[in-house]
């Protein structure tokens, strides 16, 4: 079942997965976090976790002020072989939508490019979103990465 | 069981080991032969390797597929309780039956031919035995002096300590507790203390590097201050900790023991780049550190069990990390977290959180995974040429520092007595 919303919430959800991805395969990790309200929850969880009601995630955030941990964490203090990454992020499918806040599952796959190396699939799943209105335009109060994917490629280094 | 491997059969470059094994050759790591003998001197003899927790099968009937080195076996919960180990493998021709990761099972039945088997493994039920009448006689059917009792799953040893599971081939293993040694087992037990485990959940990443690097990794006490800018900057792990690296007779398994102290402190440790002085957290709940009863001292012990599994505590994450080799060049690392019955939420909360510093994505443990990669690349592409674990000379004993890599010495000088090379 899917909610009805009008014209302008649609594009603005459409345009704020477009603009999420763009900035996390451009690299812009400053800008990564301000796509969340401060009291955010971001997770990318193996969908095994998710499945038996497991509470551990791969990477598993509570706050804008971890996201921001995290963004420095990939400049200054995690060594990794550096690599692209690229979304492909299916159209927004609304579950549900009251009082602002729009309940969202998306499909999505992420290709890695390592330097010198071809282009592998990275990692692939579902998000399990909640996105709410703020003054500045809609941002996520959720993000949860549920992945198919049965194994990491050695690491994950930057946010899905 | 399977016959040893004639060393004769290997075709291994010539190995040179310079003093003692402070040199190791890089064709340890990159040799197929050799690595499908290490399979069996390792994983399918003389050792117990790691299944699993107590806490993953609660349940009569509970199962739950994993490996032993490259085999396939299932951890199971009998109907009565007691825990089993099987091999994965028909006993008709072979099928690897069980295809979940877990489940709950009265029984195992393989599909191509349906032969069925109780969960320890005994063969119960063989279709058309007894052939088949038409017209009033019988076709076919097995032999009549076909033996049930000789065609059960093959059954593994299995030992049981403090809710932790391991498993052998071998029936003749010596017991788990002789295994690990008096020393080890210390650390082992201070863990495992016998509280009932809780199982939080999973993490399984697959890095491109021979499996003894990671069993190396976690016998290094000299990287983390190093490599690892959260664990100098916040003191978790640095050179100038109290520290003891532990070894059993016979260097096979280690703890590497180490208590927090001087974070952000600038001393001779902290003059590497890793080191940042100015870092402050945005939310530094994730270094909520609460102190345990258990812990008895050390913040931070990290147990080596040769050649399957890694024992972490690092402040109030724990989690048990499988090493399961998928031929020389790669092998899966399964990391399960767990806690203790009797954490409150907010321990629980804390677990979780903590967790975000390791496993594949973590921001201490990721960038392991990225340098056995590195490590690995070089092996393959220069086999004549050595490593160099020279850190505090080239003997193997214990140290009350962590400014050494014995215990990398220790662990080749006991693969080279079992290897023969
Ligand atoms: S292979 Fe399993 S029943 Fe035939
Ligand atoms: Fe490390």
């Not at chain 1, 927004?92 to 939508?97: A, D, K, W």
């Not at chain 1, 990692?123 to 003054?135: F, H, I």
């Not at chain 2, 890793?274 to 909520?288: G, N, Y």
């Not at chain 2, 220790?410 to 693969?415: D, E, L, T, V």
């Amino acid at each position: 079942m899917s909610a009805a919303i009008g014209f302008e919430d649609w594009q603005a959800l459409v345009q704020l997965y477009a603009d999420y991805a763009h900035v996390v395969d451009a690299g812009l990790w400053e800008q990564w976090p301000e796509f969340f309200i401060e009291d955010c929850v971001y997770r990318v969880q193996p969908r095994e976790n998710h499945e038996r009601g497991f509470p551990l995630a791969t990477l598993s955030f509570e706050s804008k002020g971890m996201l921001k941990d995290r963004a420095y964490g990939i400049r200054e203090t995690l060594f990794h072989d550096p690599y692209y990454q690229r979304h492909v992020v299916g159209l927004p499918r609304l579950l549900g939508e009251a009082d602002g806040r729009f309940d969202v599952e998306a499909n999505y796959a992420v290709f890695r490019t390592k330097l010198s190396q071809l282009s592998t699939v990275y990692n692939v799943g579902r998000s399990l979103d909640v996105v709410v209105r703020t003054a500045e335009g809609l941002k996520f109060a959720r993000r949860e990465f549920i992945y198919d994917s049965e194994m990491i490629p050695n690491s994950m280094i930057y946010p899905l | 069981m399977n016959a040893p491997i004639a060393l004769a059969e290997l075709t291994a470059a010539p190995m040179n080991w310079e003093r003692g094994t402070s040199r190791i050759p890089f064709a340890v790591y990159n040799d197929p032969a050799l690595h499908t003998l290490e399979l069996q001197r390792f994983f399918y003899e003389k050792h117990w390797c790691y299944v699993g927790l107590e806490a993953e099968i609660p349940k009569p009937g509970d199962y739950k597929r994993t490996e032993i080195g490259e085999r396939s076996v299932i951890l199971v919960r009998a109907l009565d309780g007691a825990i089993h180990v099987v091999e994965n493998a028909c006993a008709h021709r072979g099928v690897a039956f069980c295809r979940a990761r877990h489940g709950n099972a009265q029984a195992f039945v393989c599909p191509y031919h349906q032969w069925n088997y109780a969960l320890d493994g005994r063969l119960r039920g063989v279709p058309m035995r007894h052939g088949v009448k038409r017209d009033g006689v019988v076709q076919g059917g097995m032999p009549a002096d076909f033996n049930f009792a000789e065609h059960g799953l093959t059954r593994l040893k299995v030992a049981v300590r403090g809710g932790v599971v391991f498993a052998s081939f071998d029936h003749d293993v010596e017991p788990f507790e002789d295994f690990v040694g008096p020393e080890v087992l210390r650390y082992f037990d201070r863990l495992f203390d016998g509280r009932k485990l809780n199982i939080l959940g999973y993490n399984r990443q697959r890095i491109p590097g021979n499996w003894k690097l990671m069993q190396e990794n976690i016998k290094d006490p000299y990287h983390p201050g190093l490599l690892h800018t959260w664990f100098v900057t916040f003191g978790l792990w640095r050179a100038d900790n109290r520290a003891q690296m532990v070894m059993d007779a016979r260097h096979r398994h280690a703890a590497m023991i180490s208590t927090r102290g001087n974070a952000g402190a600038v001393t001779e440790v902290s003059r590497v780049s890793s080191f940042k002085q100015t870092m402050a957290l945005h939310d530094p709940r994730f270094l909520d550190i609460v102190p345990e009863p258990w812990w008895n001292g050390p913040t931070a012990v990290m147990t080596t069990l040769f050649p399957s599994v890694i024992l972490q505590q690092q402040v109030n994450s724990v989690s048990t990390r499988q090493i399961v080799p998928d031929g020389h060049g790669h092998f899966d690392f399964v990391w399960t977290h767990f806690g203790f019955e009797d954490d409150t939420p907010e321990m629980t909360q804390r677990r979780l959180r903590q967790a975000n510093l390791f496993g594949p994505a973590g921001f201490v443990s990721a960038d392991d995974g990225e340098v056995i990669e590195f490590s690995q690349e070089s092996f393959e592409a220069k086999p004549g040429h050595r490593t160099l674990v020279e850190l505090g000379g080239d003997e193997v004993a214990d140290t009350d520092h962590m400014v050494t890599e014995t215990l990398i010495r220790g662990m080749y000088r006991y693969w080279r007595e079992v290897m023969a090379r």
